[in-house]
């Protein structure tokens, strides 16, 4: 069974830094992409950071220059190195990965990880 798991959440001051890290486990063939979202209480999840079709990175205007996210394909892992923290960025972070895997038969499949809070006080 695939699972995505989060790490490195927390409760940090305003300006401080935090790196968050998500490891794919389990059976897969290739994983097409990974990112990070969010999703703050009352918001619906946005994208925080993720790899474009033609191989760039897009980011959420607010966290432009503050965040960068980062992929180690031969551990199955991306990174998410947040710094400079607002209040602003307080949510639960997710993992998500495009992949396939032997038991979509190949197809393209989304996976999301359970989420790690990261709280910013002011």
């Known amino acids: 069974q695939v699972r995505l798991v989060e790490s490195g959440g927390g409760l940090v001051q305003a300006g401080g830094s935090l790196r968050l890290s998500c490891e794919v486990s389990g059976r897969v063939f290739s994983i097409l992409e990974m990112g990070w979202y969010r999703q703050a209480p009352g918001k619906q999840r946005e994208l925080v950071a993720a790899p474009t079709r033609d191989g760039d990175v897009k980011y959420v205007e607010s966290v432009k220059g503050r965040f960068t996210i980062a992929r180690d394909n031969a551990k199955n892992m991306v990174y998410l190195q947040m710094n400079s923290l607002k209040p602003e960025d307080t949510a639960v972070y997710y993992c998500?990965?495009?992949?396939?895997?032997?038991?979509?038969?190949?197809?393209?499949?989304?996976?999301w990880g359970q989420g790690t809070q990261v709280t910013v006080s002011a």
């Open positions: 998500h990965a495009l992949l396939t895997t032997p038991y979509g038969l190949g197809s393209p499949e989304d996976y």
